[in-house]
């Protein structure tokens, strides 16, 4: 059984910057971040094809968050820039290995982490 573990949440004021990681327990073909915030549906944030390092962002964190990866530790890093209040969410890991769907889907994915929470202030 793969586990997903997620790591940097934290506050922030706006303009500021943190790091998330995620681990999995063992390679994942596929892996990405989705958020939930207040009152909103689960959003794809970010994907990454581990085997290729493809990346893709949602509209929304394009020019401010970057993913990259180490493989040698199966950790999945995204970097977030120039954070807005409106990025404040409790932000979860995913990973899957047979890759079907778009990267922002939920289905795509089989192993999630429980999350970490992203605080944003003006």
């Known amino acids: 059984q793969v586990y997903v573990s997620e790591s940097g949440g934290g506050s922030v004021q706006a303009g500021g910057s943190l790091r998330l990681s995620c681990q999995v327990s063992s390679r994942s073909v596929c892996m990405g971040w989705f958020r939930q915030r207040p009152g909103k549906e689960r959003e794809g944030v970010a994907g990454?094809?581990?085997?290729?390092?493809?990346?893709y962002y949602g509209d929304s964190v394009k020019g401010r968050f970057t993913l990259s990866q180490d493989n040698s530790k199966n950790t999945i890093y995204l970097q977030m820039n120039n954070l807005r209040p409106e990025d404040t969410a409790m932000y979860y890991c995913?990973?899957?290995?047979?890759?079907?769907?778009?990267?922002?889907?939920?289905?795509?994915?089989?192993?999630w982490g429980q999350g970490t929470q992203v605080t944003v202030s003006p």
């Open positions: 995913a990973a899957a290995n047979r890759c079907f769907y778009n990267w922002d889907t939920e289905a795509r994915y089989d192993t």
């Open positions: 990454i094809f581990t085997l290729t390092g493809g990346t």
